[in-house]
Each structure stands twice: as structure tokens, then as C-alpha cells.
């Protein structure tokens, strides 16, 4: 038998232990292996028309002619893991093929990944419909029946909502979610691409982690 002792590669002396079944020890960090000295913190943004939480985050525009884009755009200092998107779309008498109740977009509302050394990824072509949103999301929440499936009552004052929560960790099998590293141009969009000034609330809360 050849004795084997696995260390830290960086000068640390740290060695991986062997427990009395034969086990190994492993423990399951709640944010990505960095300085143990950092603390991870809550990050909450709407998606607005600058990127940054001092923008207009109402996204009931017209982006017929030119198209519009909301975003999160990248931390000048901190690194963000963007883990879920709260979307709420409140408009009287919603249903789910159309957007809102103003009918289905022709154009569609495209959400993409921007990176700074690659470009886009995109997520969705064009979001057309309150289904396509309840989609992408995976049907996430899940409540009510028929045609009252996945609306809630009274999201915007008295008007019915379709409220999916899309999770960006579980749906992509992104551990941490999806990165916007500090200091560089990465940031996520929804561009708006057709007039939908008509409907009663429309905006995107993104949910995350920040250090």
C-alpha cells in the first residue's frame, strides 16, 4: 500500500481528511468558492431603462419604430449571480395567448445574456404572449385552473396579472445563475420591440446574489 496525502495546491498546508467509513469531506457553499472573508449579499433590482436601479423601470413603452431595451447592467465593483426574474404583466380581462389583453406582440420582447467578450446570447427570440412568459418560466408559479390558470386577481389595482417567476438557476442548470462580472460591459436585457403602452403594469424584478 503507497501512502497518498492530497494537499492544497497553493501553499496552504491544508490536507483532505479521510473519515472512519471511508468518506470524504465536502462542504456545499451557498455562493461561488472565493475569499472566505467575503460575505455574499442579497441583491434585488428591477430591470430599468439605464441598467441601474436609478432608471425608469416602468416598461409599458412604444418600441414599435426604434426598440427599447431594460436592463441589469454589470457592477462597477462586485461581481452579481442574477438567480431568478419576477415578471408581472397586469392589464383588465388578461388571457393567456394574448400580452396583457392588448392582443399577441408581432414583434416580440427579446431577453438576451450580453457579454463583453462574446456578445449576445439569446434567451428568447420574442416573448409574443403572457403564455410565452408563463413558458419560459416553466410554469413557475402554478395555481388556478381553466382559463384562470396562472393569473392572479387585482395584481394592478383591479386588473388580473400573470406573475411567472423565472428561474434562471434551475431552467439552465446555472449553479449560481447567471454572471455579470464586475466592472465590464455584461448585463441582461429585455428589448422591447412593439407598442405596449396599452397595458396596466409591466416590469421585471431580478433576485440575487452580490460580492
Known sequence: ???TVLVDGHGSGHRLKINGEGELNAVLHQHPPRN????????RQYLTD???SDGDNDMRVNGSSSEIPFLI????NQDVYLKT???VIADAGATLNNFGN???LSNGIKFEWNIQESGAIEIHEGLKS???FVRLSGGNPSFGQGTSSFRANNVSGNSEGYIPTIDLQQIYG??????LRAGTNDNISFTIRDNITGVDQFDIIAYGIKF
Open 36 to 43: 472566505e472573508d467575503e460575505i455574499p449579499l442579497p441583491y
Open 1 to 3: 500500500m503507497l501512502p
Open 85 to 87: 426574474l419576477a415578471v
Open 73 to 76: 447592467k454589470a457592477d462597477p
Open 102 to 104: 392588448i392582443g399577441a
Open 174 to 179: 446555472l449553479q449560481w445563475g447567471l454572471r
Open 50 to 52: 439605464t441598467g441601474y
Open 130 to 132: 403572457n403564455w410565452d
